[in-house]
Nanobody, 122 residues
Framework: QVQLVESGGGFVQPGGSLRLSCAAS????????MRWYRQAPGKERELVAG???????NYADSVKGRFTISRDNAKNTVFLQMNSLRPEDTAVYYC????????????????WGQGTQVTVSP
């Protein structure tokens, strides 16, 4: 069994910063890509940022230059540093990871966290 637990969400004024964390735990052999998604009310879930096990990153155009994704492979943790936050960044942020567990064999399985709310408002 593998769990992803996010933390770090909250309320912030426009222009402020937040740092999200997502820790994976359980019967983990190794983790490939880790990603952050978000879903705003009435909208579809969208990819915000991703990072490979080797550290290669990609970002949605809407967050480039403001958000930074990073990871600590030793701790199976991924981070999202969010700066210059805007009201349109308000959403539930979800962590996603491609995990090889000791029970899954040679096939990676995608796991999701429960989500953490980020609200940007004056």
């Amino acid at each position: 069994q593998v769990q992803l637990v996010e933390s770090g969400g909250g309320f912030v004024q426009p222009g402020g910063s937040l740092r999200l964390s997502c820790a994976a735990s359980g019967s983990i052999f190794t983790i490939n890509a880790m990603r952050w998604y978000r879903q705003a009310p009435g909208k579809e879930r969208e990819l915000v940022a991703g990072i490979t096990s080797g550290g290669r990153t990609n970002y949605a155009d809407s967050v480039k230059g403001r958000f930074t994704i990073s990871r600590d492979n030793a701790k199976n943790t991924v981070f999202l540093q969010m700066n210059s936050l805007r009201p349109e960044d308000t959403a539930v942020y979800y962590c996603n990871a491609d995990v090889y567990s000791y029970s899954s064999g040679p096939v990676a399985r995608a796991y999701w966290g429960q989500g953490t709310q980020v609200t940007v408002s004056p």
